[in-house]
Structure formats: C-alpha cells, structure tokens
C-alpha cells in the first residue's frame, strides 16, 4: 500500500507539472498576440502622416504676411529676390508668384516658394503712364501720310488746312478729303514753325509786305490759310 500511494503521489506531481509546463507556454504566447494586434495602430499612424496641405494663395500679399500664412497651416517658405537683392525687411516686399500654386495639396512642412520684389518698384510702375497708342490708319491715309510728310520736307511751309487742300486736290494729290485729313492730324506738325517758314517765303519774293499786309496773306483763303495766331506769331519771329 504504501509502494501504491507513492506511485500516485509521483504521478500526481508529473501531472501538475506538465499542467504549469502548459500554462507557461500559453502565458508566453500572449505578447505575441499582442504584438500582433498593435499592426493596426501603426497603420493609423503612418496614414496620419501622409495627410495632405492645401497651399493659400499668397500671391499680392507682402512677404511678410506670406510667410506668416504659410506659417499657419504648417508649411516653410523660401524668398526668391531679383539677382543682387536680399530680403531684409519681409514688410517691404511683395509675392509675384509662388510655386507651387495656390490649393496644391502639399506634405505638413513643405517649403514654398515665393518669387518677390520691391514693393516700391511695383508702384513707380504703377505711376508710370502707358504711350498712348498711335492712330491705326488704312492703306490710302499711310499714303496721303507720306505725302504729307513729302510736302513739308519741301521747305515751302505748310497750315493744316493749307495741307489737307494741297492732299485733297485735283491739281495736288487727289486723295479724299477724309484721307487727306487724318493723314495731315497724324503729322503732329508744329504749325506755328511752318507759318515762320512761309513768312521768310513771302518776303524772300521781294514784293515788299507790311507788317498786316504779311498777315493778311499768311491768314487768307488765298493764301497760307494759317489761322490769325499763327500768322501773326510768324510775322513777328520774322522782325516785320
């Protein structure tokens, strides 16, 4: 009996050990569930990490209030200044341009960059005023403007309406009266400096003018066709 009861009680000591055997296996096998359960936590992290940023449009703002939009929603900035010029005061430039553009979908941190100039530049542009833009004119009035040009390089001394009469003429040039004049507008002739021309032209005839008569000639539908002004601001550069 007593052999028998050791027998047991050695068995019963095989069992339980191989029972704590098996527990300890199971608590082993534990961290690795669980390791493996933490996959999807990384997943979310690195799905946070490629979240996107819309770019503000900074363009016309100063460099400062640029850099400080940018600031705002995570995102760097680098100036791009014409060759020669360095940013100092941020307030003192202006954004022309930004690369990339406004609401491109950029990484947290991204750096833009931002082409400035002078803010001071901008406004002495701004204050210049354009060249009007000269008349556009037709075949026929390019025309009648060359020989315009022709008839005042003659060195006879022409009015405006004296012009346009010698253009428009059956004995002149025969353009149309309409043709004739804008050609004759489109010169920009000093007129006062070709009644002065005309003046020396009289008296070089040796007729003889007196002070109003070389007026009188100067201003007439027969004559010059300049306007009284004219006529009489000539007479005097010519010391009648």
Do not use: C
């Amino acid at each position: 009996m007593t052999f028998i009861a050791r027998k047991l009680s050695t068995r019963r000591r095989l069992v339980a050990i191989a029972i704590a055997a098996l527990t300890g296996g199971l608590l082993l096998a534990g961290p690795a569930v669980s390791a493996s359960a933490a996959v999807p936590v990384s997943s979310t992290v690195t799905h946070a990490a490629a979240k996107k940023t819309a770019v503000p449009n900074v363009v016309a703002k100063s460099a400062y209030d640029a850099k400080n939009a940018l600031k705002k929603v995570g995102l760097r900035h680098k100036y791009s200044a014409p060759k020669g010029s360095f940013v100092i005061l941020s307030k003192d430039w202006t954004v022309t341009k930004q690369s990339p553009k406004a609401n491109a979908k950029v990484a947290a941190g991204t750096k833009i960059k931002l082409t400035v100039v002078k803010t001071s530049s901008l406004n002495t542009s701004a204050a210049k005023p354009s060249a009007p833009a000269g008349p556009v004119l037709s075949v026929s009035q390019q025309q009648a403007f060359l020989a315009a040009k022709g008839y005042l390089a003659t060195g006879m001394g022409f009015s405006h309406q004296g012009l346009i009469d010698q253009l428009s003429s059956s004995y002149g040039s025969g353009f149309s009266v309409p043709d004739a004049t804008v050609a004759v507008d489109a010169l920009g002739a000093d007129w006062n400096a070709q009644a002065v021309i005309s003046a020396k032209g009289y008296i070089a005839t040796g007729m003889g003018f007196s002070h109003q008569g070389l007026i009188d000639q100067l201003s007439s539908a027969y004559g010059g066709k300049f306007t009284p002004e004219q006529a009489a601001y000539a007479v005097a550069q010519v010391g009648l």
